[in-house]
């Protein structure tokens, strides 16, 4: 089984986070970037499925998204086979600024799976950067493949993955996906395995990334982003001092004020 895992760079939220001058996305000249979360999880639970079944896993990320060379390698330093770095050409796919979008996104890695195809295709279920969790949907249509998302384990069967979704209050259920599937992964069986910096040297040392080319189709109708706001100020935090009895009476007494302690 050929397991495909899209990957990026994502803004750290560590960071000071800034607007584009236009509004329409967050400024990333002088951000640092690091694996997304979810992609990390993805890659955990592929390479899970590797230890199973002997399953290759391919990493594979855009050649614009910042930092995607030590994504590429850290994922073949915790044990990925392969990694590929993809090039895209058409004035729809640049990246600008504010990043790709996500139809763009999904656009560039559907031409190269055209091409590479796969048994199993597992991505972040979403990113920090966008948090709109379109992504895995919608490679799925344009790759016209069954497609489940929020997804907790994935395991193999017999030409086919059984994939566990969860959903609030602990709910979960299980469906049979026919290969070949895209699966968007909320988190993996076990948490992402660590990769020591001298492993991911070696894996820098040794080289590796292939780089392909595809040609993105002409731009589609698709949701634009037309304005981004700062999150509004609603108060401060207000910091009581005291012996542990004098903060406890104003802790009371704020609860009075607003009612909901009587008496």
Known sequence: MRIVVPMRAVPDLVEEIELTADETGIDREYLTFVLSEWDAQALEEALLLKDSSGAEVVAVGLADDPEI????????????????????SSAAGSSGSAGLRTADRAAVLAGYLAAQPADLVMTGVQAA?????????????????????????????????????????????????????????????????????????QAMQAGGLREV??????????????????????????MLAGSAGEVADQILGLLRARGLVKG
Not at 74 to 85: I, M, P, R, S
Not at 194 to 201: E, F, G, L, N, V
């Open 69 to 88: 060379d030590q994504v590429l390698y850290t994922a073949l330093a915790k044990g990925a086979d392969a990694a590929v770095k993809i090039t895209y």
């Open 129 to 201: 950067d966008d948090l709109d969790g379109q992504l895995p949907s919608a490679l799925a249509v344009l790759l016209d493949l069954p497609h489940v998302s929020v997804a907790v384990s994935v395991e193999e069967a017999a030409g086919s993955v059984t994939v566990r979704q969860e959903f609030a209050a602990g709910i979960s259920h299980e469906l049979q996906v026919q290969l070949p599937a895209v699966i968007g992964v909320q988190s993996a069986r076990q948490a992402p395995r660590y990769a020591p910096i001298t492993r991911i040297r």
């Open 213 to 238: 080319t595809v040609t993105l189709p002409p731009a589609r109708s698709t949701l634009i982003v037309r304005r981004m706001h700062r999150p509004e100020e609603t108060g401060h935090a207000e």
